[in-house]
């Protein structure tokens, strides 16, 4: 057993290196409590009167008879008759039988029966000790499997534990919460069941927006082309892209048709002295003999003036 306290030392007023404050206070009080509880522990395993009556006080041996006389505590004596007197040069000791064997010097053996002098302790189990006796009578207790329960733990361990405890359940469900509110954030549901109208989430969560954004993007969600009645049918990224490439081939289509035509006209006019001159959005045809040819895009109809 060690110490349990440590002497502070007290020093007078003014001095201020041991103050009469809350550690030095509860240094004491543990030690005393620590003190209280070793007393208690003595006073529970001390033996009675009556187991050490029956204990060994004296063995005395006389060697011409070979009588072992055993005195307990309370003054019974037991006589033993043994062949001690043959010189034993060595013994042994059967635990199970309790029996002394005596090796004599002429070889031979003598056994001696302490049965009545040693009484073998008997141990019971309980629910949290489990208690072995080996062959040589050493005696081995084993805490049994999550037998330790509350009444076992000090009382500070088990006010720390009882708050650790507290502190857990208000942080599972704490956690708990939270998952919901990521489900709803990330989904729009909460445990599985969509958020109503008006909550954190509703219309305003990721998958909410991943949606929108592909019909913005592609004109579909999850795969599946919106209605007629979405506000993104035919007015998203996919629809205009492809109104634009038919516009493009349109116009490259209109382009080429018109630079052909122009090619063509230029071909007839050649030789004839005319030229092509292309001003205000109009064609002109020229010739030299003073007359201009302008052809009307909107009617398709040929004018002709002489200048």
């Known amino acids: 057993m060690q110490k349990t306290y440590t002497r502070i030392n007290w020093q007078n007023y003014p001095s201020?290196?041991?103050?009469?404050?809350?550690?030095?206070?509860?240094?004491?009080?543990?030690?005393?409590?620590?003190?209280?509880?070793?007393?208690?522990?003595?006073?529970?395993d001390k033996a009675t009167v009556t187991q050490i009556s029956t204990l060994i006080r004296d063995i005395s041996v006389n060697d011409e008879t070979g009588v072992i006389t055993i005195t307990k505590q309370n003054g019974q004596t037991v006589r033993i008759q043994t062949t001690l007197n043959k010189i034993a040069v060595n013994f042994a000791y059967d635990y199970a039988t309790q029996t002394l064997i005596l090796t004599m010097n002429d070889g031979s053996t003598a056994t001696i029966s302490l049965e009545s002098l040693i009484q073998n302790n008997e141990f019971a189990n309980t629910d949290t000790i489990a208690l072995s006796v080996s062959q040589n009578g050493i005696v081995t207790g084993n805490v049994v499997l999550h037998s330790i329960t509350d009444e076992h733990l000090r009382t500070d361990y088990l006010a720390d534990i009882q708050t650790a405890e507290a502190h857990a359940d208000s942080y599972q469900q704490a956690a708990e919460g939270f998952m919901l509110n990521a489900e709803a954030w990330a989904r729009g549901t909460r445990g599985g069941d969509p958020v109503p109208s008006g909550t954190e989430g509703y219309n305003n969560n990721s998958k909410y927006y991943k949606d929108q954004s592909e019909a913005w993007?592609?004109?579909?969600?999850?795969?599946?082309?919106?209605?007629?009645?979405?506000?993104?049918?035919?007015?998203?990224?996919?629809?205009?892209s492809e109104v634009s490439a038919s516009?493009?081939?349109?116009?490259?289509?209109?382009?080429?048709?018109?630079?052909?035509?122009?090619?063509?006209?230029?071909?007839?006019?050649?030789?004839?002295?005319?030229?092509?001159?292309?001003?205000?959005?109009?064609?002109?045809?020229?010739?030299?003999?003073?007359?201009?040819?302008?052809i009307d895009y909107e009617t398709g109809e040929l004018l002709y003036e002489i200048v």
Do not use: F, W
């Not at 201020?16 to 529970?44: F, G, H, K, Q």
């Not at 579909?220 to 007015?235: A, F, M, W």
């Not at 516009?247 to 382009?255: A, G, Q």
């Open 247 to 294: 516009i493009r081939d349109s116009t490259l289509n209109i382009r080429d048709q018109a630079q052909s035509l122009l090619d063509s006209v230029t071909d007839r006019l050649t030789g004839l002295n005319m030229y092509v001159d292309y001003n205000d959005g109009c064609l002109y045809y020229e010739l030299n003999s003073g007359i201009r040819l302008q």
């Open 16 to 44: 201020e290196n041991t103050p009469l404050n809350e550690s030095n206070l509860n240094r004491m009080d543990y030690a005393l409590d620590e003190v209280d509880d070793r007393v208690l522990a003595l006073d529970t």
């Open 217 to 240: 993007a592609v004109g579909e969600v999850n795969g599946v082309p919106v209605s007629i009645e979405h506000r993104n049918y035919q007015n998203n990224s996919k629809y205009y």
